[in-house]
């Protein structure tokens, strides 16, 4: 072990382990958490590692307790994560909602089981992508990263981290049963090698210090606790001096600078990888533990001559619309196959605008779909 | 879809400096209050001024800087205490000011963390973080302010309104018992329990003043008036009137069995300090049986 408490090397862990590691790879020094399978190995693994970096892990009362306390250090000045499934995701909600309001940057992680309820609480699903980008009242933007691998989870909880620390947001990591619980080679860079971004501090002086003014790029730098600033931080509408100040005129300019901070860099956060794109006619979009299908099959027909690709959906909040409404131009359909009932598939057939079919693939969790269920989808129109 | 906005008004810099100019430095204790927030929004004869003078009391008297001293709270009435103070103040959601609090104070040992919120936030929406937070004994000085009532929402029936009170919610008189508070922490293992009026205010001042420098997770509930929601309706009275009550119906008692000290409507109301005891906090056994494995000697 470095240093820095990185466990540089290639380990042969699975994607809970493997985001535990990524987030202290990231500077997370503290972690609430409440047990859920199949996100349990997270805290475990926090609980066991986070000591050892003298950082600190407690499991919480429940998952909205959980939530709370990641604000809380994260205020403390500490970079905070909690891990979770449906049930304490739904916890979760009003709190998440909290640190969108009062730009406390953070991570959660949501490793996807079959919902509705306790609905499968070890089988995959992919279900909350909507409840991550609407489960909060009230009208927010948020950024979701979706790992389709061990490896992924590693380097996508970093990446998480950078951007809640850049955009001052909780941001949430969508895995899935199937990612978090596969073990595969991952490969941990030397500590010198990861990218850790930190919030940016006030360069000025207490005085006259106005703690939610953002210059050009819309978000302001953080005063933590402690620090002499006095920040009122509060999730009532708020103005730039941080008070309550519950009137249309401040909700409208607050509101949309939380918006438009995330909006105005959408170009600079997605992250699609294209995968036999070119000259594509029918076009897979894929995110998670589907995507490692999808490839198959795409591989599958490509061999067999037909002009198919796949756009694996690394960023699902917020959504890669440019990209999606492009590549509507000059295809075919779009096939999206998804545990759950249409939910990114909806999104790809607003971008794509009526230019291109969308054909769902729905699936209700439990089970993952086989290159052939994807397969056949694309022959109706590649004959 | 083409997007239309309204337009955005500016932040007010020179009406805010004005304010804060023209309303602030004039009173002694306005060091202590964030410049351009008051007039606060309580209703003339809440008891809330006066836990907020109290605790800024208790600062001045053990001299703890602004600086180390943060608080939180949740949602209610009570809970824009946090918001008049100047320090780093949090205020968080209804009932989690004690897990947002636990966060914070985990990862800033150094800072004196106070929790102010209203019973109904500390005791239904966040009875669980409550009795969790002492009994893992975070360092942690909760202050809960109990008006019999939920304020905020104009007097509904809370999980501390005595046998037959009446409040919107209980239009017949409340059927249902209520918590004994001081048992309650008590029991949950607070290291430090008390219970005054508003009308203790001195009293009020040297217990909080005596949780600064407690190690561990202490509780005080103040009884405090809230004329609207609750002195009225039960025909106690004004402010005023809910003052002279507690004068009158008062019994000191330190060291009293936090098991009896229930209060009933218009019932005497025991105050003092029932408990106080020593026990190793959350951090300390974190530290001592978990970090120090992995930390490093120096060389
Ligand atoms: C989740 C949620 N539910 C309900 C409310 C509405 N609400 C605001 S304050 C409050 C009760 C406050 O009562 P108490 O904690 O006793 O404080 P007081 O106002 O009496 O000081 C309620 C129910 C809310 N803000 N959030
Ligand atoms: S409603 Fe009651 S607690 Fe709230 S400000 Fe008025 S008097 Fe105080």
């Not at chain 2, 949602?75 to 989690?96: F, K, S």
Request: aromatic letters at 8%; a negative charge.
């Amino acid at each position: 072990m470095s240093d820095s408490g990185i466990l540089t090397g290639e380990y042969f862990i699975n994607g809970d382990e493997a985001c535990a590691e990524g987030a202290i790879a990231a500077g997370c020094r503290f972690f609430a958490g409440y047990p859920i399978t199949p996100a349990t190995e997270i805290a475990e693994r926090m609980a066991r590692r986070l000591p050892q970096v003298q950082g600190i892990c407690i499991q919480m009362e429940d998952e909205i307790a959980s939530m709370a306390a990641i604000l809380g250090a994260s205020w403390g000045g500490t970079k905070s994560m909690t891990a979770t499934s449906g049930p304490g995701f739904s916890l979760m909600m009003e709190n998440i909602g909290l640190g969108m309001m009062t730009e406390t940057p953070c991570v959660i992680v949501n490793i996807m089981r079959g919902g509705p309820s306790t609905g499968l609480p070890t089988l995959v699903g992919q279900a909350d992508v909507m409840q991550a980008r609407w489960g909060s009242h009230g009208d927010y933007e948020v950024i979701a990263l979706s790992p389709s691998s061990p490896q992924e989870m590693f380097n996508l909880t970093i990446e998480a981290f950078n951007l809640s620390e850049i955009y001052r947001l909780p941001v949430l990591i969508l895995g899935d049963e199937l990612v978090g619980h596969m073990s595969e080679k991952v490969i941990i860079p030397p500590s010198d090698q990861i990218h850790q971004v930190s919030r940016v501090r006030p360069s000025q002086s207490p005085d006259g210090y106005l703690p939610f003014m953002a210059g050009d790029n819309l978000v302001p730098p953080m005063a933590c606790a402690g620090e002499g600033y006095h920040v009122h931080v509060t999730g009532l509408t708020h103005d730039e001096q941080g008070y309550p100040q519950t009137t249309a005129q401040v909700h409208e300019r607050l509101v949309r600078r939380l918006a438009d901070k995330i909006r105005h860099n959408t170009s600079k956060i997605i992250q699609v990888e294209e995968f036999e794109t070119a000259n594509s006619e029918v076009m897979v979009v894929a995110y998670g533990c589907t995507s490692r299908t999808a490839r198959e099959a795409v591989q599958i027909l490509r061999s067999e001559g037909k002009k198919v690709g796949l756009l694996r959906l690394i960023t699902l909040w917020p959504f890669p619309e440019e990209r999606i409404r492009q590549v509507a131009q000059g295809i075919k359909a779009f096939i999206v196959p998804e545990i759950n009932y249409g939910q990114i598939a909806y999104e790809v057939e607003r971008c794509s605008q009526g230019r291109a079919e969308t054909v769902l693939l729905p699936l209700m969790g439990g089970a993952i779909h086989t290159p052939e269920n994807i397969m056949e989808a694309v022959k109706e129109y590649l004959p | 879809m083409k997007i239309r906005y309204q337009p955005i008004v500016p932040f007010d810099q020179e009406g805010f400096n004005r304010l804060k100019d023209e309303q602030h430095g004039l009173h002694p204790d306005d060091q202590y209050l964030k410049p351009g927030r008051i007039p606060h929004i309580w209703c003339p004869g809440c008891g809330l001024g006066v836990v907020l003078n109290t605790y800024i009391n208790a600062l001045k008297m053990t001299g703890i800087p602004i600086d180390r001293s943060v608080v939180v709270s949740g949602i209610g009435c009570t809970g824009r205490v946090a918001g008049y103070l100047n320090m780093d103040t949090y205020h968080t959601t209804h009932g989690r000011a004690i897990p947002f609090a636990t966060g914070l104070s985990l990862t800033r040992p150094d800072l004196s963390v106070t929790v102010f919120s209203g019973d109904g936030d500390l005791f239904a929406i966040g009875g669980n973080h409550f009795i969790h937070a002492a009994r893992r004994n975070v360092n942690l000085k909760v202050i809960c302010v109990n008006n019999f009532n939920y304020g905020m929402t104009g007097g509904q029936v809370a999980p501390t309104t005595p046998v037959s009170a009446r409040t919107t919610t209980t239009p017949y008189g409340n059927s249902e018992a209520s918590f004994n508070l001081p048992y309650l922490a008590h029991a949950s293992g607070a290291v430090y329990v008390a219970r005054w009026t508003t009308f203790h205010a001195r009293q009020l001042v040297n217990a909080i003043a005596e949780t600064f420098s407690i190690d561990g997770f202490t509780f005080i509930e103040v009884i405090a008036p809230c004329p609207v929601g609750y002195g009225r309706p039960n025909k106690i009275g004004s402010g005023l009137d809910e003052m002279i009550y507690y004068k009158e119906n008062s019994i000191v008692q330190n060291g009293a069995d936090p098991r009896n000290v229930d209060i009933a409507l218009k019932g005497k109301i025991v105050v003092g300090k029932f408990s106080e005891e020593k026990r190793p906090t959350f951090l300390g056994e974190y530290e001592e049986k978990i970090l120090k494995k992995f930390r490093r000697t120096e060389t």
